[in-house]
């Protein structure tokens, strides 16, 4: 069993829709949470951080985790044709050296 | 312009012809590691660099080696390239190992082993 499950998509949404993505995980020494946005042929950039539990927003981006039930999500609100990539969940322990990636949702935005 | 250049971006060769993937940061970050990607499998990592001259295995270290002689570039080489090590592979910096700094990472190197 992978140590972070994200459902591989595609998940497709009318632009101006809210998108919902979400990565469960086993491994209770995470502490910190992070979303990255990977566009085709690109390398994966950071989008939100978050230590430990609780919300964080960014502009359209909404980033939320419990730890209790082991469950990150990332909303995104008025969602745009430019939002169309593939979102990957990663975790780091507290003393860690390496980000654990989930295996990443397609995210299309149609216009 | 603070980035992470990999090359080359794309690669096909032979099995047992060694390789090696360069990898340069101008952000005077102390951190590298290496990734590859592959579908299904998500990111992992291979072999990652506290700071000059000290590197560690990652969670899939066979088949390469790397070195840290300067602070701005990691490379990573493949002394006898095998078809199971065809694969997307990416660089990453950061100021830091921890989850409190931001992992920036390379545009990718493709590399295909026939």
């Known amino acids: 069993q992978k140590e972070v499950e994200q459902d591989p998509g595609p998940l497709s949404v009318p632009e101006g829709a809210i998108v919902s993505l979400n990565c469960t995980y086993s491994n209770s020494a995470f502490q910190y949470f992070m979303w990255y946005r990977q566009y085709s042929r690109k390398g994966p950039e950071l989008l939100m951080y978050?230590?430990?539990?609780g919300n964080k927003e960014d502009g359209r981006f909404t980033a939320q985790v419990d730890k209790s039930s082991k469950y990150i999500s990332l909303f995104i609100r008025d969602s745009q044709p430019s939002d169309s990539a593939t979102y990957l969940c990663?975790?780091?322990?507290?003393?860690?050296?390496?980000?654990?990636f989930g295996g990443g949702t397609r995210v299309l935005v149609k216009p | 312009e603070a980035q992470v250049t990999q090359n080359p971006r794309y690669l096909i060769t032979v099995t047992g012809k060694k390789l090696t993937v360069t990898c340069s940061q101008n952000?005077?970050?102390?951190?590298m590691s290496w990734y590859r990607q592959d579908p299904g499998l998500g990111l992992r990592q291979i072999y990652y660099?506290?700071?000059?001259?000290?590197?560690d295995k990652g969670d899939v270290p066979e088949g390469y080696k790397v070195s840290r002689k300067e602070k701005r570039n990691f490379p990573l080489i493949l002394e006898s390239p095998s078809p199971n090590q065809t694969s997307l592979y990416f660089c990453?910096?950061?100021?830091?190992?921890?989850?409190?700094?931001?992992?920036?990472f390379g545009s990718g190197t493709r590399l295909t082993v026939v």
């Open positions: 978050t230590y430990s539990s």
């Open positions: 990453a910096s950061s100021s830091g190992a921890s989850g409190h700094y931001g992992y920036t």
């Open positions: 952000m005077n970050h102390e951190y």
């Open positions: 660099s506290m700071n000059v001259e000290a590197t």
């Open positions: 990663a975790m780091m322990r507290a003393a860690g050296n390496k980000l654990t």
